[in-house]
């Protein structure tokens, strides 16, 4: 079973930064995209970046210019520079990864747990 566990976080003001942490382990995988989610309390979980195995990033138009994501495949991590916060950034974000097991050969969507991140204005 493969998991992902989130790092960073926290509460930051505006026009701070912040960034976030997230690492895959397991056995037998190897992961198509991984991301960022966030959802912020009564809205529906919105993408806010990926990136592919192949080195290809999109982003949330809300952030582009102001985030960055890196990933890197030997350490089946990805990470999320978050700079000039606003306090509509505020939201859980989650992990994300498109895992491709080995040995059976399937594929499924895991999350992380979930970190907080507050921007205060």
């Known amino acids: 079973q493969v998991q992902l566990v989130e790092s960073g976080g926290g509460s930051v003001q505006a026009g701070g930064s912040l960034r976030l942490s997230c690492a895959a382990s397991?056995?037998?995988?190897?992961?198509?995209?991984m991301g960022w989610y966030r959802q912020a309390p009564g809205k529906q979980r919105e993408l806010v970046a990926s990136?592919?195995?192949?080195?290809?990033?999109d982003y949330a138009d809300s952030v582009k210019g102001r985030f960055t994501i890196s990933r890197d495949n030997a350490k089946n991590t990805v990470d999320l520079q978050m700079s000039s916060l606003k306090p509509e950034d505020t939201a859980v974000y989650y992990c994300?990864?498109?895992?491709?097991?080995?040995?059976?050969?399937?594929?499924?969507?895991?999350w992380g747990q979930g970190t907080q991140v507050t921007v205060s204005s």
């Open positions: 990136a592919s195995n192949g080195g290809r990033t």
């Open positions: 397991g056995r037998n995988f190897v992961i198509n995209a």
């Open positions: 994300n990864a498109e895992i491709v097991d080995t040995a059976w050969g399937t594929w499924s969507d895991r």
